[in-house]
């Protein structure tokens, strides 16, 4: 299993849109799962928009990434880091 601890760049953190627009590019990774989770919590499925936002991650919070692809890893980091709030 791959891991990654990334930062949250979104503005708004995970919450609304930049969840929805997190939770379809996972989604569109399919088969590959990529579970998202607060440090020491229990990940949850990065394709669900629900999931994300009950984790309640704010801006500039770390988060912490785990696959056994790390492609599809690297291309959910990659969206957690960023403003999706800009795009």
């Known amino acids: 299993m791959h891991q990654r601890t990334v930062t949250v760049g ?12 997190l939770a379809a590019a996972a989604a569109g990774l399919a088969p590959a799962t990529v579970l998202i989770a607060r440090p020491g919590s229990e990940g949850v499925d990065a394709s669900s928009v629900l999931m994300l936002m009950t ?3 704010g801006h500039g919070e770390t ?4 696959s056994d692809d790390e492609g599809a ?10 403003d999706l709030d800009a795009r």
Do not use: I
């Open 10 to 21: 979104s503005a708004s953190g995970l919450h609304a849109r930049p969840a929805a627009l």
């Open 55 to 57: 984790l309640g991650v």
């Open 63 to 66: 988060v912490e990434l785990s």
């Open 73 to 82: 890893l690297d291309t959910v980091a990659e969206l957690v880091a960023a």
